[in-house]
């Protein structure tokens, strides 16, 4: 690589990463929630019964084929997902930024950290 990393570079793309993770995450749950009441807003709600989330919205995978089928629920799901991968993003950044500036020790606690993060959210830890 012909350019060298600075710390002031590694911190406008962090925060690039964190602003438009926060924006897409908002505008998809959104409209998420916009479709959910457009195809449930005459639903009579029974208080009394609680049903949980369905199966499919349990896992990423399935989160994920749903809301490419425009499942409202899903969408929102997806939404939220992006919610949490947005932290994620970031110190997969600062690992890429930590091993172009040749740090080895905290190359090794971001990708710890990563390694942590991600399993977490795939339901392994």
Same mark, same amino acid.
């Given at each position: 690589m012909s350019r060298s990393w600075n710390d002031l570079d590694i911190a406008r793309y962090v925060s690039a990463i964190l602003r438009g993770g926060l924006l897409l995450s908002a505008v998809i749950t959104a409209l998420g929630g916009v479709l959910y009441l457009m195809r449930h807003s005459g639903d009579t709600v029974a208080y009394r019964t609680f049903v949980g989330e369905p199966p499919h919205l349990r896992s /990423? &995978?399935? @989160?994920?084929?749903?809301?490419?089928r425009g499942d409202a629920p899903a969408i929102i799901q997806f939404g939220l997902l992006l919610l949490i991968a947005t932290p994620i993003a970031r110190v997969a950044l600062a690992l890429l930024g930590f091993y172009l500036e040749r740090d080895r020790r905290y190359v090794a606690i971001s990708? /710890? &950290?990563? @390694?942590?993060?991600?399993?977490?959210?795939?339901?392994?830890?």
């Open positions: /990423v &995978v399935g @989160i994920v084929q749903g809301a490419a990708a /710890v &950290v990563l @390694i942590i993060l991600v399993l977490s959210l795939l339901g392994r830890v």
